[in-house]
């Protein structure tokens, strides 16, 4: 069975440092998908960046940017110069191709407070 | 446009009790999921909606737990004979097609249930 794994419960960071999410992932699933939500305190869950398990290329959007490596099963996730407004839970999620639908398995969260 | 809603926003049920949760996903989203979220947890799936059928259910912990589409839009997740282990945000998402890694599930603010 799938399994997401986020060791980090909280992170606390200043205004303008950088801040890396780290995301273990567990399939069987050769084709697989790996996904980033935020939550913000208002409670609902928010996209962020997706990638297939076919594509280890690593890209940057905006202050966001992420680092899939098929060979430790990790996607780490980094938020560049944080603000204030990123203070939220994040969650790495996975789906798989072969299950009906695209039903997501999210990992347990990592809190991240940036302080001005 | 309008995103995913839910209502009530809040319930509060005495254990033992009968309780509905509604879900009104984005206009034309054929793919239609509800997870549940414990304190401090991440979202854990529940069931999948394809159009008007239900074609994951495997999340649903058990007998009490039932959920309905019955014209492909609206949905609602029923729970029987309530107890307070089923205290948590309920979490509504939709998405265009439903299929796999294609596109993002769009989530709705969430339902918290409280049983007392």
């Known amino acids: 069975a799938q399994k997401v794994t986020q060791a980090q419960t909280e992170i606390s960071v200043v205004e303008k440092e950088d801040v890396t999410l780290d995301c273990v992932y567990e399939?069987?699933?050769?084709?697989?998908?790996l996904f980033w939500y935020k939550q913000p305190p208002s409670g609902e869950l928010v996209f962020l960046i997706r990638?297939?398990?076919?594509?280890?290329q690593n890209e940057i959007s905006g202050r966001y940017s992420w680092n899939f490596q098929k060979s430790t099963s990790s996607f780490n996730f980094t938020i560049t110069a944080s603000q204030v407004v990123d203070s939220a839970v994040y969650f790495c999620?996975?789906?798989?191709?072969?299950?009906?639908?695209?039903?997501?398995?999210f990992g347990g969260g990592t809190r991240v407070l940036v302080k001005p | 446009g309008a995103g995913v809603s839910q209502t009530p926003s809040n319930k509060v049920t005495e254990k033992g009790k009968y309780v509905e949760l509604r879900c009104d996903p984005i206009?034309?989203?054929?793919?239609l999921y509800w997870y549940r979220q414990s304190l401090g947890q991440g979202p854990e799936f529940l069931i999948y909606?394809?159009?008007?059928?239900?074609?994951?259910d495997s999340g649903l912990p058990n007998d009490r737990f039932f959920a309905v589409r019955p014209e492909g839009s609206v949905s609602t997740l029923k729970i029987q004979r309530t107890e307070r282990g089923d205290s948590a945000v309920y979490l509504c998402?939709?998405?265009?097609?439903?299929?796999?890694?294609?596109?993002?599930?769009?989530f709705g603010p969430g339902t918290r249930l409280t049983v007392t």
């Open positions: 999620a996975l789906s798989e191709a072969k299950a009906a639908g695209n039903k997501l398995t």
């Open positions: 909606f394809q159009g008007t059928g239900a074609a994951d």
């Open positions: 206009s034309g989203h054929t793919a």
């Open positions: 990638r297939n398990s076919f594509d280890e």
């Open positions: 399939t069987r699933d050769t084709t697989y998908y």
């Open positions: 998402a939709s998405s265009l097609t439903g299929l796999a890694g294609v596109e993002e599930q769009y």
